[in-house]
């Protein structure tokens, strides 16, 4: 990216932008800062455009994004000039991360930060000791832009307005758009994972500080072996998939021994641009670690495993927001454990994600979406 071109779009040019009219019918969203056309921003352009409401939709995106745009909607190149100007000058900018902005939201413009997941980990102001100085200027002004956060439980909600530096008023008790359709395909799954002839297991680590404990390393502990074996034993296929933090997944071009591993043993890599909400559908067993998916995923009411081998060393790395042992679900910190989880803890796993939903009191109920409309729709009269 041009640096340039970058540095004015943050800094001069939203002296001048900021002195034009608002339009009023004008939305722009973004996702992991221009990274990707997904999540929760993704989901509410969609309905926009479904709904053929009379609004300009404009997704700011990095040149680096493949054109998969639906036909209608604007697409600009993040950090440019162009990208100042209908952010300074759209009357609402729906976002589910950081805006990398100098300058502030005008008076008049609505903000709604979706955010990306239930956090587990400490998240940025409970994590300022971790972040750069260079973020956290962003961060500030990111939170004094805000108008609106959505909040999918209880849970978020008490952690937000410290986290974030916002007012409580500002959270939206409301759920999040991209867990709208798993809350319609949540079904009552009569058949358990114990009576299923084939199993599909998908394990989805999040990634460490150290290069050398991702990938390979986060796939042998996990025993794959013992797992297939197990089923096998009980007459059942399983058919594993791994899931890779982003982080993660970007090295995995020059990471020969992993890719080697997962092909020895038949395990799917699913890719970034794969919507968790799709590939959930498909799941009848969520493996994870520390990774906030399963938050998520437990809203399908599947059985989960948290995956907790080096929880100590993690907890000092990141932080979490509290005791995994204070979490209704099975956990386990080595292969056999995984193994003992499901031979002798059958009732707490087919319940775990109904455990899990209360304990963080949800406020998913599958209209997040219809709801943020409505309030653009009342915010534009």
Not at 47 to 66: A, F, I, R, S
Not at 316 to 340: H, M, T
């Amino acid at each position: 990216m041009n640096k340039i071109e970058k540095f004015l779009s943050r800094n001069i040019f939203p002296v001048f932008f900021k002195l034009f009219p608002l339009k009023r019918k004008t939305i722009v969203f973004s996702s992991f800062g221009g990274r990707n056309y997904s999540g929760n921003p993704r989901i509410i352009s969609e309905k926009l455009q479904k709904g053929e409401l009379d609004y300009q939709l404009v997704w700011l995106l990095k040149d680096t994004v493949p054109d998969i745009l639906p036909k209608g909607i604007k697409r600009i190149k993040s950090d440019s000039i162009f990208s100042a100007y209908y952010l300074y000058t759209s009357k609402f900018w729906i976002d589910d991360s950081r805006k990398t902005i100098v300058y502030k939201k005008r008076k008049s413009q609505i903000y709604f930060q979706t955010w990306h997941g239930t956090p587990l980990k400490k998240i940025e102001f409970d994590a300022k000791d971790k972040l750069s100085k260079h973020y956290l200027k962003y961060a500030q002004n990111d939170s004094e832009s805000i108008s609106y956060l959505l909040s999918g439980n209880n849970y978020s909600s008490k952690i937000y307005p410290n986290a974030f530096r916002i007012e409580t008023e500002k959270i939206l008790n409301i759920g999040t758009p991209r867990n709208d359709q798993l809350i319609k395909e949540r079904k009552s799954h009569n058949e358990s994972i114990y009576d299923k002839r084939i199993i599909n297991i998908l394990f989805a680590p999040t990634f460490r500080n150290d290069p050398r404990d991702n990938g390979l390393s986060q796939l042998k502990k996990i025993g794959f072996n013992l797992l297939e074996d197990y089923f096998h034993l009980k007459g059942q296929e399983v058919n594993f998939l791994v899931k890779f933090h982003p982080n993660v997944n970007s090295q995995l071009a020059k990471d020969r021994a992993s890719l080697d591993y997962m092909k020895h043993h038949s395990i799917e890599l699913v890719e970034d641009s794969i919507l968790l909400e799709h590939l959930f559908s498909n799941i009848d067993l969520l493996i994870t670690d520390y990774s906030s998916i399963f938050f998520d995923y437990s809203l399908l009411g599947k059985p989960l495993i948290l995956f907790n081998y080096d929880e100590n060393k993690y907890a000092e790395e990141r932080g979490f927001y509290i005791e995994l042992s204070d979490l209704p679900v099975p956990k386990a910190q080595n292969a056999d454990d995984l193994i003992n989880v499901l031979l002798f803890q059958k009732e707490k796993l087919l319940n775990s994600s109904k455990a899990l939903l209360e304990y963080l009191v949800n406020y998913e109920n599958g209209d997040s979406a219809k709801k943020i409309i409505e309030l653009i729709v009342k915010e534009d009269n």
